[in-house]
């Protein structure tokens, strides 16, 4: 832990006119998307003074945005019941499906980019192919709104948590609630798996993080840092750090190793109501209540971070460490951060507002997309009379996400080897220094007793 910097505070974005609800990094690096309260989706350009793009479309509070694996797409979910998927460019183009019968919480891409899915008031959690937005399945044995739901970095299984005071562990292929978790005190916000798929993280409204080991199903860590409701939390992609957002208008890094809190930012004037680390874990952003939108930098690891990210990290997951962690102990870094970041940031963007346009064949190709027929949609997902007419289904880039996923799957098993081979050398570490101590101990006590006799 020698030699860290802390975060500093890189951009600030001022666009949206109330409350910032989500935010999402491009796989590139080169925008960020955010949704608001306001309605509206804006993509921020990382570019110093590049144009800001405003969507307008959505006609309720947009409660949930991310961006697909390949970065040529933005989802966003809303109060308005729908979903609408956007190409995140000046010419506004997007396509949009009535999603449920309520509200939409939450919205996210499978690893692939070839499936979509959705988490809802209605109760039900859905998945739906990206390529024409059909309908898979439902998910339906939650009791109460459905806040968050994420699939795992495989795929293979989705996790969902509900005002029903329970989080579900879905098989995606037989489609059952495998486990079921149970809060006993305040309702989930927010959760999200570990990179390796083997934990998953919550946050909940009692100001709670916890930390569960899918693997034997147990609550490993628990921190109770927060002084308000914890609204969102995201893992760095090394697995060793998690990011939590609270309504306490701070940031929290905990150091998922050492089992302890790491740092807290102040930064925002009201509730954080989402953070997210960036794909590369370089930048994590914030958004709040205050209807600012924050980019910071990383910085602790950075010094052997190309060797974090090949080595999928020295150090274990925290299921390997640590069992539950109290709140006592060393005192986080506190961070304000109400200086001003970066001159180019002081002057807020030029934004420029766009309207929902359909998606026109020419466009489509222009962006990798087949040019297909105008079709209606059956059942769910039937778009307004209005859109209908005028969308043109849309479908995420096939060839070059699929093999690229592939290869990041295969590297990631390798990944995993790697570290389990680490862990094993750890712990062997572990064992030799305690023989090495009690020897050691065994011989002080002879020492104390011949004389005596």
Not at 411 to 433: F, G, H, P, W
Request: hydrophobic share 35%.
């Amino acid at each position: 832990m020698s030699n860290l910097e802390d975060p500093t505070l890189e951009r600030h974005f001022k666009g949206h006119r109330d409350a910032v609800t989500s935010v999402s990094f491009s796989p590139n690096m080169k925008q960020l998307a955010t949704g608001s309260m306001d309605s509206c989706l804006m993509v921020w350009h990382f570019k110093p003074q590049a144009r800001a793009y405003r969507f307008i479309g959505h006609k309720d509070a947009i409660l949930s945005v991310a961006f697909s694996p390949s970065g040529s797409l933005v989802a966003s979910a809303s109060r308005d019941k729908t979903v609408r998927l956007w190409i995140p460019s000046v010419k506004g183009e997007s396509t949009v499906f009535k999603a449920h019968t309520a509200a939409v919480r939450c919205v996210d891409f499978a690893s692939d980019g070839q499936s979509l899915l959705t988490a809802s008031d209605d109760k039900t959690i859905k998945v739906w192919t990206v390529h024409r937005q059909k309908f898979q399945f439902s998910l339906s044995a939650h009791s109460n709104w459905v806040r968050s739901a994420k699939f795992s970095p495989d795929g293979r299984l989705i996790l969902s948590a509900s005002d029903d005071k329970t989080i579900r562990l879905w098989d995606r292929t037989t489609r059952e609630s495998i486990h079921t978790f149970h809060e006993y005190g305040g309702f989930v916000n927010s959760v999200a798996f570990h990179p390796d798929g083997n934990c998953f993280a919550a946050g909940t409204t009692d100001n709670i993080v916890k930390v569960w080991d899918l693997r034997v199903n147990k609550l490993i860590q628990h921190y109770q840092s927060h002084t308000g409701a914890v609204n969102s939390v995201s893992f760095h992609p090394s697995g060793n750090y998690l990011l939590s957002a609270s309504s306490d208008n701070s940031l929290k890094i905990f150091d998922l190793i050492e089992g302890r809190p790491f740092y807290t930012l102040h930064g925002h004037k009201a509730p954080v109501l989402d953070a997210a680390f960036s794909p590369s874990g370089e930048f994590f952003a914030s958004g709040g209540a205050d209807e600012q939108v924050l980019v910071w930098k990383t910085n602790f690891d950075t010094i052997n971070y190309q060797e974090v990210l090949k080595g999928q990290r020295k150090r274990s997951a925290p299921a390997q460490h640590h069992g539950h962690d109290p709140s006592s102990g060393e005192a986080p870094h506190e961070l304000d951060m109400d200086r001003a970041p970066k001159d180019h940031t002081l002057i807020p963007p030029p934004v420029v507002n766009i309207g929902p346009q359909p998606f026109h064949r020419r466009h489509s190709e222009e962006h990798g997309f087949p040019s297909l027929p105008e079709q209606r949609h059956s059942g769910e997902v039937s778009p307004s009379d209005q859109e209908k007419s005028s969308t043109v289904p849309l479908g995420e880039m096939t060839m070059s996400p699929q093999l690229a996923n592939t290869l990041e799957h295969i590297v990631s098993q390798l990944d995993i080897l790697t570290e389990t081979v680490s862990i094993l050398e750890q712990r062997l570490t572990m064992a030799e220094n305690k023989l090495r101590e009690c020897l050691d101990n065994q011989q002080k006590i002879t020492l104390q007793i011949q004389p005596s006799e």
